[in-house]
């Protein structure tokens, strides 16, 4: 799925803020002008990936930013964030903060409601803030802290009134065991904004214990890295509460001011736009041969319509028309920006049902580029605390040349992109094509039986009789996001099993009754 947020030419007409310098707001526009447009139109966010966690995150990727849809139940909103550069200052602690935010209108639909912009300014606003309810021990009395913080108390409410901002009038109650840090989370329960509240101490990311201070979100949860809690005004640092009985003044600074864009619209970008995907026709057939690992069966092809800043990931239209053969084990940034139509593709059901592989005229089923033999290993004499004991070591040249082996063994999956240009005024396209490569593993499989084994010997003479046969089918990756029925575990006994006999060499320590039963069900299962 692909979105496009259009209409946002509100960015060329706004002033300056007050408070805000020249250079300081010349980079801040720059910055969000080139992640929303690109070459003057509007960009198109690609899915990316779906958190599931306490608030489920639907995240859309472009280059030098991200728009983001919180499912939350109470305040459902998408949200655009710009990637801050890596130089520490005055735009990297603002792009830290999202620079748009949509409210969903549900009643009108998920890409429905009205778009505002962060500007990058502070005000410095103050609150006024009085005791209530009960006095409690504070969080460091709790602790049993001696000296300053020895029987020091504070109120089990707090209620909040601020003129500039009523957004955050209310009364707070103190949820000391709720999970805030330092036992400093408060809930508003009484207010005329329906919006849920919250008051806490926030603490920065590489930051002392000095300026931690407490913030007004709506979101009270552990963050993950990178993500940004959203906080609406941020008291002042030095201040906490305590058991004075008085109004107190404290000074606060709103992080932002926001303007509304009634123009801006989130639309679906993919609404016009065809795509094909194709699978085989007929059933594949494998024939199992020394250098059948050479050629992977294409399973799947697939082919989507391009934007401008893909070229990143399909390459130049024209300038490559070779297939490009990603590296699947360093290819988790591209696989995230081909999301966006990967997460819709279906794995054929021809696929997920087990297939032969014909083994018609072969004398020979190893293959030591794909299962190369194991280093050779001898036994080496050690004489700890006066006793010999026997130590398995590897060959150091073998054991080498096998890990060498093994980084160049063929993978079971290949996946390749190109792009294509588009004709008669066409937009450009982009193929892939994902093939397996069975043959490898079947090699695989047939060396994974340990040498001078019974099963083994057993392949032997199957090889021998030309009956030996491999069957290959394709898993679905599962992410698990249902529970999984499974049959109510039970736990058997094996007092009626058929007890084995007494080992031979068990003769200072034989085998109890039951340990007999139990080595007769392993005999069994060898």
Same mark, same amino acid.
């Given at each position: 799925?692909?979105?496009?947020?259009?209409?946002?030419?509100?960015?060329?007409?706004?002033?300056?803020?007050?408070?805000?310098?020249?250079?300081?707001?010349?980079?801040?526009?720059?910055? &969000?002008? =080139?992640?929303?447009?690109?070459?003057?139109?509007?960009?198109?966010?690609?899915? #990316?990936?779906?958190?599931?966690?306490?608030?489920?995150? &639907?995240?859309?990727?472009?280059?030098?930013?991200?728009? @983001?849809?919180?499912?939350?139940?109470?305040?459902?909103?998408?949200?655009?964030?710009?990637?801050?550069?890596?130089?520490?200052?005055?735009?990297?602690?603002? $792009?830290?903060?999202?620079?748009?935010?949509?409210?969903?209108?549900?009643?009108?639909?998920?890409?429905?409601?009205?778009?505002? $912009?962060?500007?990058?300014? @502070?005000?410095?606003?103050?609150?006024?803030?009085?005791?209530?309810?009960?006095?409690?021990?504070?969080?460091?009395?709790?602790?049993?802290?001696?000296?300053?913080?020895?029987?020091?108390?504070?109120?089990?409410?707090?209620? &909040? *009134? #601020?003129?500039?901002?009523?957004?955050?009038?209310?009364?707070?109650?103190?949820?000391?065991?709720?999970?805030?840090?330092?036992?400093?989370?408060?809930?508003?329960?009484?207010?005329?904004?329906? *919006? =849920?509240?919250?008051?806490?101490?926030?603490?920065?990311?590489?930051?002392?214990?000095?300026?931690?201070?407490?913030?007004?979100?709506?979101?009270?949860?552990?963050?993950?890295?990178?993500?940004?809690?959203?906080?609406?005004?941020?008291?002042?640092?030095?201040?906490?509460? #305590?058991?004075?009985?008085?109004?107190?003044?404290?000074?606060?600074?709103?992080? #932002?001011?926001?303007?509304?864009?009634?123009?801006?619209?989130?639309? $679906?970008?993919?609404?016009? &736009?065809?795509?094909?995907?194709?699978?085989?026709?007929?059933?594949?057939?494998?024939?199992?041969?020394?250098?059948?690992?050479? =050629?992977?069966?294409?399973?799947?092809?697939?082919?989507?319509?391009?934007?401008?800043?893909?070229?990143?990931?399909?390459?130049?239209?024209?300038?490559?028309? @070779?297939?490009?053969?990603?590296?699947?084990?360093?290819?988790?940034?591209?696989?995230?920006?081909?999301?966006?139509? =990967?997460?819709?593709?279906?794995?054929?059901?021809?696929?997920?049902?087990?297939?032969?592989?014909?083994?018609?005229?072969?004398?020979?089923?190893?293959?030591?580029?794909?299962?190369?033999?194991?280093?050779?290993?001898?036994?080496?004499?050690?004489?700890?605390?006066?006793?010999?004991?026997?130590?398995?070591?590897?060959?150091?040249?073998?054991?080498?040349?096998? @890990?060498?082996?093994?980084?160049?063994?063929?993978?079971?999956?290949?996946?390749?992109?190109?792009?294509?240009?588009?004709?008669?005024?066409?937009?450009?396209?982009?193929?892939?094509?994902?093939?397996?490569?069975?043959?490898? /593993?079947?090699?695989?499989?047939?060396?994974?039986?340990? *040498?001078?084994?019974?099963?083994?010997?057993?392949?032997?003479?199957?090889?021998?009789?030309?009956? /030996?046969?491999?069957?290959?089918?394709?898993?679905?990756?599962?992410?698990?996001? *249902?529970?999984?029925?499974?049959?109510?575990?039970? $736990?058997?006994?094996?007092?009626?099993?058929?007890?084995?006999?007494?080992?031979?060499?068990?003769?200072?320590?034989?085998?109890?009754?039951?340990?007999?039963?139990?080595?007769?069900?392993?005999?069994?299962?060898?």
């Amino acid at each position: 799925m692909r979105v496009q947020l259009n209409h946002m030419e509100v960015l060329a007409d706004l002033d300056r803020p007050q408070g805000v310098g020249k250079q300081e707001w010349e980079e801040w526009t720059d910055a &969000v002008t =080139t992640v929303m447009t690109t070459d003057g139109v509007p960009t198109v966010w690609q899915f #990316s990936v779906l958190d599931r966690g306490a608030v489920w995150t &639907v995240k859309y990727h472009a280059p030098g930013g991200s728009l @983001e849809l919180r499912l939350d139940p109470e305040d459902p909103c998408w949200s655009i964030y710009i990637d801050p550069p890596a130089k520490r200052g005055w735009l990297r602690t603002v $792009l830290e903060h999202s620079v748009a935010q949509m409210q969903v209108d549900e009643a009108a639909g998920l890409l429905s409601g009205t778009w505002k $912009l962060r500007l990058p300014c @502070e005000q410095k606003i103050a609150i006024k803030v009085l005791g209530q309810g009960e006095l409690v021990q504070s969080w460091q009395a709790g602790l049993g802290l001696k000296g300053k913080f020895e029987n020091t108390q504070r109120w089990s409410k707090l209620q &909040v *009134t #601020s003129d500039a901002m009523p957004a955050v009038d209310g009364v707070y109650q103190l949820l000391e065991r709720c999970g805030g840090a330092l036992g400093s989370l408060h809930k508003r329960i009484e207010s005329s904004h329906p *919006t =849920t509240l919250f008051m806490l101490i926030e603490s920065g990311r590489c930051t002392g214990s000095d300026d931690d201070g407490f913030v007004f979100a709506a979101n009270p949860r552990r963050l993950s890295y990178g993500e940004s809690r959203g906080s609406v005004l941020r008291a002042d640092r030095s201040w906490r509460p #305590s058991s004075e009985s008085t109004v107190q003044e404290v000074e606060c600074t709103a992080f #932002s001011d926001w303007r509304t864009m009634e123009a801006a619209c989130l639309d $679906l970008f993919d609404k016009q &736009v065809s795509a094909a995907v194709s699978i085989p026709a007929e059933p594949i057939e494998l024939a199992m041969s020394e250098d059948g690992w050479k =050629t992977a069966a294409t399973v799947l092809r697939c082919t989507v319509p391009l934007v401008r800043h893909d070229r990143k990931v399909w390459g130049d239209v024209g300038k490559n028309p @070779e297939w490009m053969l990603l590296n699947l084990r360093k290819s988790k940034s591209v696989f995230s920006q081909l999301a966006w139509f =990967t997460n819709r593709l279906e794995l054929p059901e021809e696929l997920k049902s087990w297939s032969a592989i014909s083994t018609q005229g072969t004398d020979s089923y190893g293959c030591d580029r794909c299962a190369p033999k194991m280093p050779v290993v001898c036994w080496k004499v050690v004489t700890v605390k006066g006793k010999d004991k026997y130590v398995p070591v590897e060959d150091a040249c073998e054991a080498a040349h096998f @890990e060498h082996a093994l980084k160049q063994r063929p993978d079971p999956f290949k996946l390749q992109l190109r792009a294509v240009a588009g004709k008669r005024g066409n937009s450009h396209t982009g193929e892939m094509r994902i093939a397996v490569n069975a043959l490898s /593993l079947a090699h695989r499989a047939n060396s994974s039986i340990p *040498t001078n084994s019974v099963a083994r010997a057993a392949v032997g003479t199957l090889e021998a009789a030309h009956e /030996l046969g491999f069957d290959w089918r394709v898993v679905e990756h599962n992410d698990m996001t *249902t529970v999984p029925h499974f049959q109510k575990l039970s $736990l058997g006994s094996n007092k009626k099993d058929k007890p084995a006999g007494q080992p031979p060499n068990f003769k200072k320590f034989p085998l109890r009754p039951e340990q007999l039963r139990s080595l007769h069900l392993s005999l069994i299962h060898i």
